[in-house]
């Protein structure tokens, strides 16, 4: 395993760590991408990111993970181009670059949480990307994104935490008996999670429809996608709330697979769920390099 | 806006290759002193990267070559995450002047560290004798109480996670902080540091800085000052990085601004 330091982009602006394998790249896998996780720079949350480039480059891979303009070692941008604009006009630069460096033809991206925005709108606008790994996903812009679902979301979560963590506790009970409770949130809570049926009719009229329809047509281009979310996350409940049934429709394929992960965190905080998350991905990685 | 120009690379042993970030001074301005950042660790390092960039910055703007590299087992630099001593870092620190000296063309070196990186610069300044100024950001005097407090902070931060893990009860002793493994080894050093041991004298000039109201930092400051160093302290109520979430990255920017000013006044 090598690794060295990138310099690429239109003014050579943006900075990555190119991981090799040891025994050179292999034209026929195809090449993985590291996007940044939020602002954390490119060696993502816990370092996780460096673990699992080495990993994959064990198996053979050729890994870039990088920042884009702004974040980390990567300089500001001058052009004023948003965010959602730059971030997927500068993985296709890192994927120009590795067809440069390294004859790389296909390409796997991989996000967290911001990160998996940028995979997706990337994989849907060009045909290079084959395969994505999409980490406590939120498909749509922060900024487009539906209020209400992220309220109804947020109020499930925090349902969902409550009826796990609080509800069954003794001491919950206990402030009930001695007047510390907090009445209304419980019984708030409880209520959410009885109607919980009616909340999911609902949601089903404002689902994103055309985050489905793109995850169809990604399918249908024969493109991977691996979803994995932590149990109890927002992230989560809004994508049960939005795509959840169109994926039911779309499964069994062996294009798609989603895994929900108990008792992590968002950012898979815990060692044993790093371990967890990097055997996950590095399985499906292997059914990547079959293909 | 200000014209970075910044040098990323691999540097060092073969076996122990850092990655850091060359940062050149500003043409016609540069002084004869080259500054080394030392990182915290863990999930500190996360946190304070930007504001060591930014810090690397303004430093070099200020005329000074500038080095911030990350140590053996953290960042980009070679090692895993349980490849962690504190014996390790300290020969890091001393490959890195090394760089500092060839790359900036300076035979004078300070080192800047935030918390343990503050630890290691001054641990690093009494050992070799070199090294001309120290900037110490809320080093960690004790590393008892260090791990005392991360381990505090650790098990609140998962108890206020989104689904609290099962398994996060307070252990007699821990065994990972805040998605890091705190080896039998590194606990073993972080146990036995203490910087108000140290007797040599660690640079000629030291700047220490308080961001905590509540830390008791003039005992370490009148001890600092009876190795004979020139000792300054400033108390500059910010953001404690160490205890901020882990998914942000801060900035102090009045801590930024006193670090360039102490080194421009001193390293004229």
Known sequence: ?291 | MTLEKINPFFFGYSATRLFGCYHAPRPGAARDCGIVLCYPMGHEYIVSHRAYQKLAVRLSQAGFPVLRFDFYGCGDSAGDNDQHHLGQWLADIATAIDEIRRRGRVVKVCLVGLRLGGSLAILAGAQRGDVAGLVLWDPVISGKTYVQQLTQIHHETLQHADTPPSSALVKEKPTEILGFPLTDSLFADLIKLDLLAIRQKPANNVLVIKSDPDADGGRFTEHVKSTAAQVESQHLPGPQLWTADVNKVLVPNQILGSVVAWMSRVYP
């Not at chain 1, 949130?185 to 609902?202: A, D, E, H, K, T």
């Not at chain 1, 294009?255 to 967890?276: C, G, N, S, Y």
């Open chain 1, 1 to 291: 395993m090598r690794e060295q330091v990138l310099r690429f982009g239109k003014s050579r602006s943006l900075v990555g760590i190119l991981t090799d394998p040891p025994a050179g790249a292999a034209a026929d896998l195809p090449a993985f991408v590291l996007l940044n996780a939020g602002l954390v720079h490119r060696v993502g949350p816990h370092r996780m990111f460096v673990q699992m480039a080495r990993n994959l480059a064990a198996m053979g891979f050729v890994v870039l993970r990088f920042d884009h303009s702004g974040i980390g070692d990567s300089k500001v941008r001058e052009d004023h181009l948003p965010f959602e604009q730059s971030a997927i006009s500068e993985t296709q630069e890192a994927m120009n670059c590795l067809s440069a460096l390294r004859g790389s033809k296909r390409f796997v991206l991989v996000g967290l949480c911001s990160g998996t925005f940028t995979s997706f709108r990337t994989a849907r606008s060009d045909s290079r990307v084959v395969g994505a790994v999409l980490l406590n996903a939120l498909l749509e812009s922060p900024e487009t994104i539906n209020e209400a679902a992220v309220a109804d979301a947020f109020s499930r979560k925090t349902a969902r935490g409550y009826w796990h963590s609080k509800i069954f506790l003794s001491q919950s009970w206990l402030k009930i008996i001695t007047g510390k409770a907090s009445y209304r949130q419980i019984l708030g809570v409880l209520y959410l999670r009885l109607r919980s049926p009616f909340i999911r009719r609902r949601s089903n009229n404002y689902g994103p429809k055309q985050i489905a329809a793109d995850l169809r047509s990604l399918i249908d281009r024969g493109v991977k996608l691996f979803f994995v979310y932590s149990e109890g996350t927002s992230v989560l409940e809004y994508f049960r709330l939005t795509l959840a049934d169109e994926i039911r429709r779309m499964t069994p394929s062996d294009k798609l697979r989603v895994e929900i992960m108990q008792e992590t965190d968002h950012t898979f905080t815990l060692l044993r769920h790093q371990a967890h998350l990097l055997k996950l991905v590095c399985r499906w990685a292997r059914s990547m390099a079959r293909d």
